[in-house]
Nanobody
């Protein structure tokens, strides 16, 4: 079975940086597209960055200019570098993957059928 494991969460002061990593194991992710979502307490889960099977990445508007994502290890990892963190960036960050991304299709949240356990980000 494919497993997604996140790491890198923690506490940081506003203006600081964190790097989150997601690693997939148990299967090659060649036909999967990975993404990062986040959820703040009392709010809906929202997309942070998604990838498609043509290597493109789409950052959410709030992330542009502050966050950057990168893939590696044959698409088995997806890192998220977060800079200039704000209090509103706090929450649980989830790595996700979907096989519904063929032909350049941009997946949306319902398409993701693999989820990590989440990693907590606290900004004070």
């Amino acid at each position: 079975d494919v497993q997604l494991v996140e790491s890198g969460g923690g506490s940081v002061q506003a203006g600081g940086s964190l790097r989150l990593s997601c690693s997939a194991s148990g299967y090659t992710m060649r036909n999967y597209c990975m993404a990062w979502f986040r959820q703040a307490p009392g709010k809906k889960r929202e997309e942070v960055v998604i990838t498609d099977n043509e290597g493109r990445m789409r950052l959410a508007d709030f992330a542009k200019g502050r966050f950057a994502a990168s893939q590696g290890n044959g698409k088995n990892t997806l890192a998220l570098d977060m800079n200039i963190l704000k209090s509103e960036d706090a929450g649980t960050y989830y790595c996700a993957a979907t096989s519904f991304c063929a032909g350049g299709y941009r997946p949306t949240e319902p398409d993701y059928n693999l989820w990590g356990q989440g990693t907590q980000v606290t900004v004070s």
